[in-house]
Nanobody
Framework: QLQASGGGLVQAGGSLRLSCAAS????????MGWFRQAPGKEREFVAA????????YYADFVKGRFAISRDNAKNTVYLQMNSLNSDDTAVYYC??????????????????WGQGTLVTVSS
């Protein structure tokens, strides 16, 4: 299971930190990712981090603003979001790629999904 938290209402230019606690699978050997879905739009890739935690991957629209990290001792992945704007309003989902498929930007590569946490950015 994946339990996401940390969403909420924030003003444009503000920051939020999302957390996602994992259980029921081997978190430390799973690649992890964050996706988001805005109203009326398809789910899109945001960021990913492999099980080693030594590199990170981002969608172009969040580069320099968001940072993904993980703590394998706590079975938790994080998404630090800075300089938020109204386009970032969405439900954010964490996901686990337990098979470590290379297609990290595609939803089909992920085996487990959290329930989502809503981020609303007011302008």
């Amino acid at each position: 299971q994946l339990q996401a938290s940390g969403g909420g209402l924030v003003q444009a230019g503000g920051s939020l930190r999302l957390s996602c606690a994992a259980s029921g699978f081997t978190f430390s050997s799973s690649d992890m990712g964050w996706f988001r879905q805005a109203p009326g739009k398809e789910r899109e890739f945001v960021a990913a981090i492999p099980w080693t935690g030594d590199v990170t991957y981002y969608a172009d629209f969040v580069k320099g603003r968001f940072a993904i990290s993980r703590d394998n001792a706590k079975n938790t992945v994080y998404l630090q979001m800075n300089s938020l704007n109204s386009d970032d309003t969405a439900v954010y989902y964490c996901a686990a790629n337990a098979r470590r498929l290379g297609a990290r930007t595609y939803a089909y590569a992920y085996d487990y999904w959290g329930q989502g946490t809503l981020v609303t950015v007011s302008s």
